[in-house]
């Protein structure tokens, strides 16, 4: 939790001699005024993020629609619409809180000590519980591809769909886990604050050590920092980054494989170059993924050097800021994958355009948007598009019959 902090002293006297000397105990006051200094937060969180994931979760339940009304269940696929599921689902917790907070009330003041354990657990425990398991299914995804790509004869035996099911209900576990010590990691209690509006005073919340702890709160917030920042961040990243140059690997041998068992016939030309833009569409899934793991990680570092040894590089509060600009970008990021997939699949075109086109007809039958999707049918039928999926990508390829790649 990013919040103020703050020192409160003479709670646990200690003795020196004939003097006491009262002991200053480490706390976190949640003053929103210190944490959104700049005030744009208050516009992003509470009005952008809230829109925004409303329109992400209809982008995703289209796309999954899409998906199982027509067959489109495959290894990769069920990636896919775990992926869909987990960003979809990692936005709607924080954007209730922050549309209420900044956009119904109008709070941007002390947060009350009543809402302290649900806005920590809203706007940081479970987003990131689903995001962790968006990033590790984002991992399965690029394995199951380089084993599709690099060892196409192994893949039915090595990624069969009942251990890509078992896969992601792993990463589900492992984000779970990861997150756990984060719903006692707090001892929450009221501290008594001049009120908003009035002469009067109010109980806003703040944290402390939990009762279980035996060592200094901002030491174990470090500890707790560089633990976090290595397992749940940078070792995901590294494990992506090697797989995906693994891919783009396997993806430049069969190339040049093919290329020496047989001539290069118009077919095997049209499959290497679907073969490309599987590996682009790969890339760019993982590198949005990337992206924003390598920005949190960045954050948590800066926390971690002001906890542990007073290293100011960036002020605290501005960290907030910059983490309020990350989590902007993590929540423009979410339907990337809907995009990617509309780019660079025919098949999905195709069953999108013949699910809303019917829909756009009825309200208005020469609307722009009706315009739109008849040129995207038309592009799904015309053999331009890099990448079918009414076929196995899983499958081994027959030089003497080359098939369509599948996402």
């Known amino acids: 939790m990013a919040e103020n902090s703050s020192t409160s002293s003479g709670l646990t006297p200690n003795t ?23 005030g744009f937060e208050y516009v992003i969180n509470g009005y952008v993020i809230p829109i925004w994931t409303i329109l992400n979760i209809c982008i995703y339940f289209l796309m999954v629609y899409v998906f199982l009304k027509n067959g489109m269940t495959t290894k990769s696929h069920i990636c896919l619409i775990a992926i869909s599921v987990t960003d979809s689902l990692s936005a709607v917790c924080p954007s209730i809180m922050w549309f209420y907070f900044f956009a119904v009330r109008k709070h941007f003041y002390y947060l009350p000590c009543a809402w302290c354990r649900t806005y920590h657990y809203m706007t ?21 591809r380089y084993i599709a790509v690099g060892h196409p004869f192994k893949v039915d ?29 707090y001892d929450y209690f009221g501290i008594t604050v001049p009120a908003f509006t009035g002469n009067g005073t109010m109980q806003a919340c703040a944290v402390r050590a939990p009762k279980w702890l035996n060592m200094p709160f901002y030491e174990y917030l470090a500890v707790i920092q560089a633990v976090f920042t290595f397992i749940y961040h940078l070792m995901p990243c590294t494990v992506l980054m090697i797989f995906e140059f693994l891919l783009i690997f396997a993806v430049v041998k069969s190339a040049e494989t093919s290329k020496k068992m047989t001539s290069s016939s ?21 590198s949005l993924s990337l992206l924003y793991g390598l920005c949190a990680s960045f954050t948590q570092i800066l926390d971690f050097l002001y906890l542990q040894f007073g290293i100011s590089v960036i002020s605290n509060n501005d960290i907030r ?53 008849s040129v995207s049918a038309s592009l799904s039928t ?9 076929e196995n990508l899983e499958t081994p390829v027959n030089l003497t019959k080359v098939k369509s790649l599948q996402i």
């Open 124 to 144: 940081e425990v479970i987003p990131h519980i689903f995001s962790g398991t968006s990033f590790y299914i984002t991992i399965l995804l690029s394995i199951q």
């Open 266 to 286: 118009r077919a095997q030309t049209i499959r290497r170059r679907k073969e490309r833009q599987l590996t682009y569409a790969t890339l760019a899934i993982s």
């Open 157 to 185: 035996r090595l990624c069969t769909k009942r251990i890509i099911i078992i896969g992601i209900c792993v990463c589900v576990l492992i984000a779970f886990a990861l997150k756990a010590i984060f719903f006692v990691h």
């Open 321 to 373: 800021s910059i983490v309020a600009a990350f989590n902007f970008l993590y929540f423009i990021m979410l339907p990337s994958n809907f995009v990617i997939t509309c780019c660079l699949s025919e098949a999905f075109r195709k069953h999108l355009s013949s699910v809303l086109i019917p829909i756009s007809k009825r309200f208005k039958p020469f609307s722009p948007l009706t315009m739109v999707l």
């Open 16 to 38: 020196t001699g004939n003097k006491i000397v009262p002991e200053v105990e480490q706390i976190i006051v949640v003053d929103f005024r210190q944490w959104y200094q700049h």
């Open 382 to 390: 015309s053999g331009t598009s890099f990448i079918a999926s009414n």
